[in-house]
């Protein structure tokens, strides 16, 4: 009975380093999955940035097609429309989709063609010890002129096991949750006329952007 007493803490440890040992590996393997992603998509960035001014549209499909597999823009959307979404029709909801990656395109894709020699850095990711289905992954952006900028990406993982970005925390700001408080906002000014916040999103886009610049200077 003692050396039964005796061996079972020694299981449970045994056992826990185990665990810990598999949820390094898939923090690993996240990190790595990311960081193939973001490096592929930077890439191609820099090889189709004269792509821009020649052709937009072709400019915008290419990127589109390179971030569909890795971002959930559905999911993104929905959360940006939050509890109005359940006001809007299947097609209003599939046409936001759309606008809100398009309305992300133009008020950004000149920026990221200019900001020339920017490197970035995936340092670590962390699967939520709560749910194996989520996790967090930080980053570090440097410009050229070697300033840093602390990104994080919300992921998750789908019922076909593949891991998908949701969310994105540029230096403590979080993307999502200030594109939710504008579409309230719009939806307030517009007397909750969802169509012609959904009409008009590139502008409260811009609008955003514009705030944020505004209030960094």
């Known amino acids: 009975m003692t050396m039964t007493r005796s061996f079972i803490p020694v299981v449970v440890l045994i056992i826990a380093a185990l665990l810990m040992s598999f949820k390094v590996r898939a923090d690993e393997d996240l990190r790595r999955y990311v960081d193939q992603n973001t490096q592929a998509l930077v890439d191609k960035l820099n090889a189709e940035r004269g792509l821009y001014s020649k052709d937009p549209e072709a400019f915008y499909k290419s990127m589109n097609d390179a971030l569909e597999g890795f971002v959930d823009f559905r999911r993104i959307a929905a959360r940006v429309m939050g509890r109005y979404a359940r006001q809007a029709t299947p097609e209003q909801r599939d046409e936001f989709v759309e606008k809100f990656k398009r309305s992300l395109f133009d008020s950004y894709a000149q920026a990221l063609v200019n900001a020339n020699d920017f490197s970035i850095r995936v340092k670590e990711a962390n699967i939520d010890p709560s749910s194996e289905n989520r ?83």
Do not use: C, T
């Open 135 to 217: 996790a967090s992954v930080m980053m570090e952006v440097e410009s050229a002129s070697g300033n840093r900028y602390p990104v994080s990406y919300s992921m998750y993982r789908n019922d076909q096991g593949q891991w998908l970005m949701e969310n994105v925390i540029v230096e403590g700001v979080n993307i999502g949750l200030a594109f939710r408080d504008r579409f309230a906002q719009e939806m307030e000014a517009s007397r909750d006329n969802i169509q012609a916040v959904i009409d008009d999103w590139s502008k409260a886009v811009d609008s955003l952007a514009l705030d944020k610049e505004v209030s960094e200077s």
